[in-house]
């Protein structure tokens, strides 16, 4: 059971070491942040993928940011118990140094245990989740990217678009080569397309209307 001096003495580092943790995951999803907007910009529900993604990096930064945030915390917080001389009032009390250490000694366990799951659990599913999802916006959503008049590329696709209307993922006049490799090519012209979400995935279906197909 801990006593009033454990609690106190958790009390100071614990202010701090959360302070800490809390200001290193801002500043490390801060910076992340910009390239993910880099990357999503223009695509559909841009904004969704970015928090899903920002949510999948927290297990990775915590990381890293825990174990400096117990050492912040432990060095802010019992360098305000010696500075107050509490901590010469507590020695002086017959409380020694092995005797404080003891609520940091649980703590450390408890962020041990916690850094176990972190790393033996939480972040290589979080990873994966994090790839694959950046696989299907950068490999998938091209069309979403498309300028009116410019060759685009997506995997072995070149296409350009005579018209777009991004409100509601149609265009007019579609020209599309597919380079298959040993397989041939074939050549794709239409007047008229549109991209289709379909429930539960994240690869939309492209449909394209009167059109003709050169092999």
Request: charged share 15%.
């Amino acid at each position: 059971m801990l006593t009033i001096i454990d609690r106190y003495v958790l009390r100071q580092v614990l202010l701090p070491l959360g302070a800490s943790l809390a200001i290193g995951l801002l500043m490390l999803l801060a910076e992340r942040l910009v390239r993910l907007l880099d990357t999503t910009l223009g695509k559909n529900n841009s904004f969704g993928a970015v928090f899903e993604l920002l949510a999948y990096l927290v297990p990775h930064y915590l990381g890293t940011a825990v174990p400096a945030a117990l050492f912040i915390g432990l060095l802010f917080g019992f360098s305000k118990i010696s500075r107050s001389n509490e901590l010469d009032a507590m020695l002086a009390a017959g409380i020694g140094l092995h005797r404080l250490a003891w609520p940091v000694f649980l703590l450390a366990m408890v962020f041990s245990m916690a850094s176990l799951a972190i790393f033996g659990w939480l972040q290589p599913i979080t990873r994966y989740a994090y790839r694959s999802v950046i696989f299907d916006i950068v490999s998938v959503d091209a069309f979403y990217l498309a300028e009116e008049g410019v060759f685009m590329q997506s995997g072995s696709r070149t296409f350009i678009l005579d018209e777009l209307d991004r409100s509601n993922s149609t265009f007019k006049r579609i020209f599309l080569f597919d380079n298959q490799g040993a397989n041939g090519a074939e050549t794709l012209t239409a007047s008229n397309g549109v991209l289709i979400p379909v429930p539960g995935q994240t690869r939309p279906v492209l449909r394209l209307n009167n059109g003709h197909r050169l092999l």
